[in-house]
Every structure is written in structure tokens, then in C-alpha cells.
């Protein structure tokens, strides 16, 4: 005989335990049947000089430098973007962690003015605004030769895959005016989804530089084809501020025919057209400066006509803020992550100690990110206000802050895409 107590102890464990295999075996469930349905765009395969490099199996330097060292017998020292698969950035600038969604930071933060600003940045660290370069000699312009790049195109019938190789370069101009060089490397993407992105790694002080590196990418039927363009620009690399953007190369593929075998082609490399920033949506921020408590008021509004990120049509945005010293970064904050929209409304504010003399060295840049659980967050667009702001709505935004006192000052900016 069990007593009523011990009878009812029992059940409610047995119904307990119940429960919970339940609750985990169609949480299980659920998560197979998302990743079946969830499945990457393409999948590519990056050769570099021969070597086939799969990117599920690297996920750190030192794998890279093993391959490198097996291939030629020994060490070599690897540089920013040696690796050279970039399925999601950064972008554009660099990964960004997710954010903790309800538990995101404070809006309040103060500025650490005694940081020592001329320290030199670290080559890992996100790209500051204070490396933009302004129109120099050495810059490319509307009369300067940009070069030409030479690439291939081919397609592999059987495993349905496109292989892009990226060859060569040649007479890049001078980025660097201390080394008369540029330090060169190309990112590629496939438009106009531009889920797939990959880049070379980064040569040395070379305005010739030779790459040699192929990119396979698996799962793009041959009637596709005539309906994508490869875009790849041509950057140099800088290690204390940001890369320099020598051009860029559209390739419809519409007009090249891979079916009879490998078409190589050689374009020249033309200056990069800012126009297609516009697509990247727009964001509305408000600034608003209190000289006597030296505050700068920051506030996050809204965006709208953010580009689909999602397979769903949609995006998860977020929006990323780094206030600059000159060109370091000296605060980082960030708000909570709008779900399944392209027009996400935010209304969060964040509150600096900025000091008056301080301000005509102080940028705010925005980054609006797509947050993605399962793999790596992108970077939708960027804004920039301040002492390097680059557009002249930025500029003006920045200058009616100053001269308005306690007032605050909201506008729309089209976000870009570098």
C-alpha cells in the first residue's frame, strides 16, 4: 500500500519527466525540419595557387598557415586577409558580435578622455572613419589609370558549379606615398544577391600583383547564369586605417559563354560609382549637443527601405554605434535587434561626456547590421557624422549640431556601403 502523498509525488514526477522528453524531443524536431528547409545559397570551394581550401574546415589562422606551410615547405607569414572566404561582411568592415537582445548594454556612457589617442590601431580592429583618405595625388580620380584585371570564368557541368579564377593585376596606381606601392587585394561578389562573398589575400607592396586564386561555387544552375554579375572590387590595404578602394569591375555574365570552356577576360578597372549606396536604405538619427554639461545626446530613430538580408525577404536589423577620437575608437554601443522588418523603428538614445574643445575631432558612426543567428552578422549599410563625415548631408547634419546648442537636430541619411 502506498500513501496518498507518496501516490501523488510520484504521478507529478512521472508527468513532470513526461513533459519534458516531450518538450525536447519536438524542440529537436523542430530545429532539423528549420536547417532541411534553411540551407546556405551556394557552396564554394577557394584554390589558392593550387590548393584546395574548403572554409567549413578552417576556422582559425593557424590551419591556414599549416596548408601554406605543406605547400612550400616553409613557414610564410600570413597577413590580414589571407584567408580568403567570406560566406556572409564586415562586410564589409569586420564581424560584429550578436547582441544580447533584451539584456543590451546601458544607453549611458562616458567618453575615456585620458585614453592616449596616438596609439596605433591594431590590424584585427573594425576600420575607423579616421582613415578615410582624402582626394590626394595618389588617390584615383577621373584622369588617373586604374589598371586592368585579369580573370577567368568557367563552368562545371556535372557538379553544377561556377568557377571564378582571379588571375592578375596590372598597373595599379600608388595608394601608399611612403613605399610608392600599394599593398592589393580584391573582394568578389556575386550579384545582385550579394550572399556570396569571398576575397584574396593581401600582397605586398606590388602594383602587379599576381593572385592566382580560384573560387568554386556549387549549387547555381546554368539558366542562372545570364542573370548574375560578378562585381569585384579592387582595394589596398592599410593597417592603421581604412583600406584604400582603388575600383571596381562589373562582369555581366550574360554576355560571356563558359559552356565551350574556360572564357578569360581582362577589364579594365574603373572608379568605384558611390550611386549604388543609395540602395542600402536609409537611417534617421538625432544629435543634440548640451555645452554646459559637455553631453552629446545621441538618438537612434528609425530606417527604412533596408535591402532583404533573409530568405524570407526580410532582415533582423540592429544598429551599431562607435564614437571616434580622431581615429580611435574610444565608445561602442549598440541597440536591440528589430525582427523580420525592413523599416524597423528603434527610439533608443545613448549619452556621451564629450568636452567642447575635443569636438572638432569627434566622429559617430552608425552601422546597421543584420543580426543572423545561425551564422555570421552583416553589415547592411554605414553612416558617418562628424569630422570624417564623407557626405555633404553628414557634414551639414554635423555642423547644425554645433552651431545649435540644446537643440535637438534629426535627419535622414542614405546609408553606404563602405
Known amino acids: 500500500d502506498v500513501?496518498?502523498?507518496?501516490?501523488?509525488?510520484?504521478?507529478a514526477t512521472v508527468l513532470v519527466v513526461s513533459v519534458s522528453v516531450t518538450v525536447f524531443v519536438w524542440t529537436c524536431c523542430h530545429q532539423q525540419a528549420e536547417k532541411k528547409h534553411k540551407t546556405p545559397p551556394y557552396k564554394f570551394i577557394h584554390m589558392l595557387?593550387?590548393?584546395?581550401?574548403?572554409?567549413?574546415?578552417?576556422?582559425?589562422?593557424?590551419?591556414?598557415?599549416r596548408i601554406r606551410r605543406d605547400k612550400n615547405g616553409t613557414p610564410k607569414e600570413t597577413g590580414r586577409g589571407n584567408l580568403l572566404v567570406d560566406a556572409a561582411e564586415s562586410g564589409l568592415i569586420g564581424s560584429d558580435k550578436a547582441p544580447d537582445g533584451p539584456n543590451a548594454a546601458p544607453h549611458v556612457d562616458q567618453l575615456p578622455i585620458k585614453v592616449d589617442y596616438g596609439d596605433?590601431?591594431?590590424?584585427?580592429?573594425?576600420?575607423?572613419?579616421?582613415?578615410?583618405?582624402?582626394?590626394?595625388?595618389?588617390?584615383?580620380?577621373?584622369?588617373?589609370?586604374?589598371?586592368?584585371?585579369?580573370?577567368?570564368?568557367?563552368?562545371?557541368?556535372?557538379?553544377?558549379?561556377?568557377?571564378?579564377?582571379?588571375?592578375?593585376?596590372?598597373?595599379?596606381?600608388?595608394?601608399d606615398e611612403h613605399t610608392q606601392s600599394s599593398d592589393p587585394y580584391i573582394k568578389m561578389t556575386i550579384l545582385p544577391d550579394k550572399r556570396h562573398r569571398v576575397k584574396t589575400r593581401v600582397l605586398r607592396k606590388t602594383l602587379d600583383p599576381v593572385f592566382d586564386e580560384t573560387f568554386t561555387f556549387y549549387g547555381i544552375p546554368y539558366s542562372q547564369l545570364q542573370d548574375l554579375v560578378l562585381h569585384f572590387?579592387?582595394?589596398?590595404?592599410?593597417?592603421?586605417?581604412?583600406?584604400?578602394v582603388i575600383g571596381e569591375v562589373m562582369v555581366p555574365l550574360a554576355g560571356v559563354d563558359p559552356s565551350t570552356g574556360k572564357v578569360q577576360l581582362t577589364r579594365e578597372i574603373l572608379k568605384r560609382n558611390i550611386q549604388k549606396c543609395i540602395s542600402r536604405g536609409e537611417l534617421q538619427v538625432s544629435l543634440s549637443?548640451?555645452?554646459?554639461?559637455?553631453?552629446m545626446t545621441v538618438v537612434v530613430l528609425k530606417a527604412r527601405h533596408l535591402p532583404k538580408m533573409d530568405i524570407t525577404g526580410l532582415s533582423d536589423p540592429y544598429v551599431k554605434v562607435n564614437v571616434y577620437y580622431g581615429r580611435k575608437r574610444i565608445a561602442k554601443k549598440k541597440t536591440h535587434v528589430k525582427?523580420?522588418?525592413?523599416?524597423?523603428?528603434?527610439?533608443?538614445?545613448?549619452?556621451?561626456?564629450?568636452?567642447?574643445?575635443?569636438?572638432?575631432?569627434?566622429?559617430?558612426?552608425?552601422?546597421?547590421?543584420?543580426?543572423?543567428?545561425?551564422?555570421k552578422n552583416e553589415v547592411v549599410g554605414r553612416l558617418i557624422l562628424g569630422a570624417h563625415s564623407i557626405t555633404a548631408g553628414g557634414v551639414e547634419h554635423w555642423?547644425?549640431?554645433?552651431?545649435?546648442?540644446?537643440?535637438?537636430?534629426?535627419?535622414w541619411h542614405s546609408l553606404s556601403e563602405y
Open 339 to 375: 525582427k523580420c522588418t525592413l523599416n524597423p523603428v528603434f527610439n533608443e538614445s545613448f549619452i556621451y561626456d564629450i568636452p567642447v574643445d575635443l569636438l572638432p575631432d569627434i566622429s559617430i558612426e552608425f552601422l546597421v547590421i543584420d543580426f543572423d543567428r545561425t551564422t
Open 3 to 11: 500513501s496518498p502523498i507518496v501516490a501523488g509525488l510520484i504521478g
Open 49 to 65: 595557387k593550387g590548393i584546395s581550401i574548403y572554409p567549413e574546415t578552417l576556422s582559425n589562422k593557424k590551419k591556414i598557415n
Open 120 to 175: 596605433e590601431l591594431s590590424p584585427d580592429q573594425s576600420l575607423t572613419p579616421g582613415g578615410s583618405k582624402t582626394s590626394s595625388p595618389s588617390s584615383p580620380g577621373d584622369d588617373v589609370m586604374l589598371g586592368e584585371l585579369t580573370f577567368s570564368v568557367d563552368y562545371n557541368f556535372p557538379k553544377k558549379a561556377l568557377v571564378v579564377t582571379i588571375q592578375e593585376a596590372h598597373g595599379l596606381p600608388v595608394m
Open 399 to 411: 555642423r547644425e549640431v554645433c552651431e545649435n546648442p540644446r537643440k535637438p537636430v534629426a535627419k
Open 233 to 244: 572590387l579592387v582595394l589596398s590595404f592599410d593597417r592603421f586605417s581604412r583600406d584604400d
Open 289 to 295: 549637443y548640451q555645452p554646459v554639461a559637455q553631453r
